[in-house]
């Protein structure tokens, strides 16, 4: 891929102003910063996050307990069957105390179907009654119920700790390198156009890692045998975006708990139907920041869509159509990117709220000179990241598999 030289993006770094003889090391961070900001493709839309302190770092996640749960409940309308759990730490008993009042969240009866619990919650069982105005009709299906209220007693002694455990998650580091060697007789040219070639040639090579960086943050996939991810600890790789999402466990097994397989065209309801099972997840909460990531051949799809509703007025000298806003039938507008190396069979909804970009401490983006040889001088530039992606079980969401 081509790349204009300009370093007018460079004018406030270090770089321009300081000796670069004089120096071994310089710091070039801001140089790949000012690079990833300008990016309009989805390298823009990460931050970078805070420092990691080992070649694998780790990161918590914590997360709320759960308001639903899926019951059964009898012809007599005294037991009510719990199906699912609502975690490993927090009982149902816990969450579902005496008193509580809950409804299916999908009602088959009528507006008042309340269930008021009346006794102690077992694990998978609870007796209940028909509450206020209620009048109990048998239901045979399996719902989803919510947890309306848990109301509370003055006298009543304070409540179990229901307190979930912590999620640990994990990634690798990941170094990124290139080379910048000069003559010293070509140093001392002047050259039309490039006033230092120093500066020049980390302008180029910032862009190459950019790109490179680019595509790992994607498509990356950490090293592993066939049943672990282990590092190679010489040769590091990180898991991307689309790893993490299909392997939230880093267990080397696909869970694709929110992988939509397509098998078909990119449509309007394949969009909708993904945000939607992120909305159930968890996700799209009051604090995502969510965008579309597609490459130029789903771009395409997106901004053909509808077209034939659209009108023109007399008059415009522009043709074509492109969209960079999908709206959801939820109402959340999802910002459309188009990233260059994204596969072109998928489709990625990512919050942009809780992923970013970690820098190894001390080895952000740096130059650094290496021993001359002769009358030829070399530089390298180099920097280890990692990418922190948070809660890929949840709140973010893939189509694949897209013709």
């Given at each position: 891929?081509?790349?204009?030289?300009s370093?007018?993006w460079?004018?406030?770094?270090?770089?321009?102003?300081?000796?670069?003889?004089k120096?071994?090391?310089?710091?070039c961070?801001?140089?790949?910063?000012?690079?990833?900001?300008?990016?309009?493709?989805?390298?823009g839309?990460?931050?970078?996050?805070?420092?990691?302190?080992?070649?694998?770092?780790?990161?918590?996640?914590d997360?709320?307990?759960?308001?639903?749960?899926?019951?059964l409940?009898?012809?007599?309308?005294?037991?009510?069957?719990i199906?699912?759990?609502?975690?490993?730490t927090?009982?149902v008993?816990n969450?579902i105390?005496?008193?509580a009042i809950v409804?299916?969240l999908?009602n088959?009866?009528?507006?008042?179907?309340?269930?008021?619990?009346?006794?102690?919650?077992?694990?998978?069982?609870?007796v209940?009654?028909?509450?206020?105005g209620?009048?109990?009709?048998?239901?045979?299906?399996?719902?989803t119920?919510?947890?309306?209220?848990?109301?509370?007693?003055?006298t009543?002694?304070?409540?179990?700790?229901?307190?979930?455990?912590?999620?640990?998650?994990?990634?690798?580091?990941?170094?990124?390198?290139?080379?910048?060697?000069i003559?010293?007789?070509r140093?001392?040219?002047?050259?039309?156009?490039?006033?230092?070639?120093?500066?020049h040639?980390?302008?180029?090579?910032?862009?190459?890692?950019k790109?490179?960086?680019?595509?790992?943050?994607?498509?990356?996939?950490?090293?592993?045998n066939?049943?672990?991810?282990?590092?190679?600890?010489?040769l590091?790789?990180?898991?991307?975006?689309?790893s993490?999402?299909?392997?939230?466990?880093?267990?080397?097994?696909?869970?694709?708990?929110?992988?939509?397989d397509?098998?078909?065209?990119?449509?309007?309801?394949?969009?909708?139907?993904l945000?939607?099972?992120i909305?159930?997840?968890?996700?799209?909460?009051?604090?995502?920041?969510?965008?579309?990531?597609v490459?130029?051949?789903q771009?395409?799809?997106?901004a053909?869509?509808?077209?034939?509703?659209?009108?023109?007025?007399q008059?415009?000298?522009?043709?074509?159509?492109?969209?960079?806003?999908?709206?959801?039938?939820?109402?959340r507008?999802?910002?459309?990117?188009?990233?260059?190396?994204f596969?072109?069979d998928?489709?990625?909804?990512?919050?942009?709220?809780?992923?970013?970009?970690?820098?190894?401490?001390?080895?952000?983006?740096?130059?650094?000179?290496?021993?001359?040889?002769?009358r030829?001088?070399?530089?390298?530039?180099?920097?280890?990241?990692?990418l922190?992606?948070?809660?890929?079980?949840?709140?973010?969401?893939?189509?694949?598999?897209?013709s």
């Amino acid at each position: 891929m081509a790349m204009t030289p300009s370093t007018g993006w460079m004018t406030a770094n270090a770089v321009v102003s300081a000796d670069l003889t004089k120096l071994d090391k310089l710091d070039c961070s801001d140089v790949l910063k000012a690079v990833l900001m300008a990016d309009r493709e989805l390298l823009g839309h990460i931050k970078m996050g805070p420092t990691a302190n080992n070649t694998e770092f780790t990161w918590i996640e914590d997360s709320l307990n759960p308001c639903t749960f899926e019951a059964l409940m009898d012809d007599t309308s005294t037991t009510m069957t719990i199906i699912t759990t609502f975690s490993a730490t927090a009982s149902v008993a816990n969450m579902i105390r005496d008193g509580a009042i809950v409804a299916p969240l999908d009602n088959p009866v009528n507006a008042d179907f309340l269930i008021k619990i009346t006794s102690a919650v077992a694990a998978t069982e609870a007796v209940a009654a028909a509450y206020g105005g209620t009048t109990w009709t048998s239901v045979t299906a399996t719902l989803t119920w919510m947890v309306v209220a848990q109301p509370y007693k003055d006298t009543d002694d304070a409540s179990n700790d229901i307190s979930l455990g912590r999620t640990q998650r994990r990634n690798f580091m990941q170094v990124f390198e290139r080379a910048i060697g000069i003559d010293q007789t070509r140093k001392n040219i002047s050259m039309l156009a490039v006033t230092d070639e120093l500066q020049h040639q980390i302008k180029l090579r910032t862009l190459e890692i950019k790109r490179e960086l680019d595509l790992s943050v994607i498509a990356g996939i950490a090293y592993h045998n066939a049943t672990n991810y282990t590092a190679d600890y010489n040769l590091r790789t990180m898991m991307g975006i689309i790893s993490l999402i299909r392997d939230p466990n880093f267990d080397t097994t696909r869970e694709d708990t929110m992988v939509n397989d397509i098998d078909g065209a990119l449509t309007i309801a394949v969009i909708n139907d993904l945000a939607y099972k992120i909305f159930e997840a968890g996700g799209l909460d009051e604090s995502s920041d969510p965008i579309i990531v597609v490459g130029p051949a789903q771009q395409r799809i997106i901004a053909a869509m509808e077209k034939d509703i659209r009108r023109t007025e007399q008059g415009e000298r522009q043709v074509g159509y492109y969209r960079d806003v999908f709206l959801s039938d939820m109402g959340r507008e999802f910002p459309v990117v188009m990233d260059r190396w994204f596969p072109s069979d998928k489709l990625l909804i990512l919050d942009r709220s809780r992923v970013v970009l970690r820098p190894l401490r001390g080895d952000a983006w740096h130059l650094e000179k290496m021993a001359k040889t002769g009358r030829h001088e070399k530089w390298q530039l180099s920097g280890q990241y990692g990418l922190e992606l948070h809660n890929p079980d949840a709140c973010h969401g893939l189509a694949i598999d897209l013709s």
